[in-house]
């Protein structure tokens, strides 16, 4: 029986890979399988993972986040509001770095996979002191900076865009693509009219489906406020805010038919995701993945501000292939009303949504699950061979 350690944290999209690659594992074998997060995410996580095997340990790691933020100046991060959050998580790091030795000593895996997400960073370092080999995933065009720091003594590497968006060494890189749940497929048009209906909508009339993520984007949130009317007279409108704007909004706009705002979906996104005609989007490469799967047409409004624009860079790859539109955050801040005029124009284009769902398409990667368990094991069977 094999031991395998998966690390990610962050985000839902870290995890929900992993789970995935874990389905895979489980079908493959009677393996052992632990997950280790960062505290922030560990209520989220252990949700994620209930829905698959709660027999899974989801452990959590203190870690600190070394915030970046994409085009600002120096004298922007030494800003005390900045500065000295990071001076406090660079002293955490140590104290995930102690902790994951520790754990590690009690708990030695036959081999650890890692996400991504800052947590990976001090798990990482100790396993390198204690000699247990490492297998990456980078979901991002551009690669982040745990895995930069992680890749030189990794054993393999598996990617989520080709390979040439990477400094990766080809010897030890493959792209895989990111693994998503198995729900997230192409859907016949009746099984998409039969999931409006399911989540209350008009099987007969075009659905829009707007999500900033786990926690929501206020300016995703606010453009659709202010064209909401507009929106409505051509197609139901499903805004998934985020927890933190979901009351503010539930306070400003009123219900009526074709209408439907929720705080967050923990179960069935991929259904939600499914019934859409169009969903509007940031581009984390999770959920830029997800709609591959689903061949779905999208708006993708990239966050800018985060580390080393790899949302920016992951919208890129996909404007350059033709396969989603995409709306600059700038723009959308200025002017709101573009999103909708967008979205309305497409809406009305069926030929051109169909181009959109058949080029993203073409990024589906439905063997990445398979391909990362089969990376690990393949890696443990060394492992054997040279003991």
């Known amino acids: 029986m094999a031991k395998i350690l998966a690390v990610g944290g962050g985000s839902g999209g870290h995890v929900t890979p992993v789970v995935a690659v874990c389905k895979e594992l489980r079908s493959s074998g009677d393996h052992e399988l632990r997950f280790w997060c960062d505290r922030k995410f560990g209520a989220s996580a252990r949700g994620i993972f209930s829905k698959f095997d709660e027999t899974i340990p989801v452990e959590l790691i203190i870690a600190g986040k070394i915030r970046r933020y994409h085009g600002k100046s120096m004298a922007f991060h030494l800003r005390p509001s900045i500065l000295l959050p990071n ?3 660079i002293f955490l790091v140590g104290v995930g770095f102690i902790q994951s030795f520790c754990k590690l000593l009690r708990w030695r895996p036959d081999v650890i996979f890692i996400k991504g997400g800052y947590v990976c960073l001090p798990v990482g370092y100790a396993a ?3 000699k247990i080999p490492l297998v990456l995933h980078d979901s991002d065009a551009h690669p982040g ?4 720091l992680l890749a030189p003594f990794a054993a393999k590497i598996g990617t989520g865009a080709p390979l040439e968006h990477y400094n990766y060494p080809d010897v030890k890189a493959e792209y895989v693509g990111i693994p998503v749940a198995e729900e997230f497929r192409p859907y016949s048009a009746s099984e998409r009219r039969q999931l409006k209906a399911k989540l209350g909508f008009d099987p007969a009339r075009p659905l829009v489906v707007v999500t900033g993520g786990g926690l929501g984007a206020a300016r995703l949130n606010e453009a659709v406020v202010a064209t909401r009317e507009q929106l409505l007279a051509e197609a139901s409108v499903f ?3 985020g927890k933190h704007q979901f009351d503010e909004l539930k306070e400003r706009v009123d219900s009526r038919a074709g209408w ?5 979906v923990n179960h069935g996104m ?5 019934a859409a005609d169009v969903v509007v989007a940031r581009a984390g490469a999770t959920t830029l993945l997800e709609l591959a799967a689903l061949h779905k047409p999208a708006v993708i409004v990239p966050n800018g501000m985060l580390t080393a624009g790899h949302q920016l860079k992951n919208a890129k790859v996909y404007q350059d292939a033709l396969a989603a539109v995409i709306v600059e955050e700038s723009t959308l801040e200025q002017t709101p009303e573009v999103l909708g005029k967008k979205v309305i124009g497409l809406v009305k284009s069926p030929r051109i949504l169909a181009g959109l769902g058949r080029n993203i398409g073409t990024f589906a990667k439905p063997n990445a699950a398979k391909d990362m368990a089969a990376m690990l094991l393949t890696v443990i069977r060394r492992q054997g061979r040279r003991r």
Do not use: K
């Open 128 to 130: 390198r002191l204690l």
């Open 260 to 264: 439907r705002l929720e705080a967050f």
């Open 87 to 89: 001076l406090r998580d």
């Open 270 to 274: 991929a259904e939600v995701l499914a």
């Open 239 to 241: 805004l998934i805010s």
């Open 145 to 148: 900076l745990t895995n930069r």
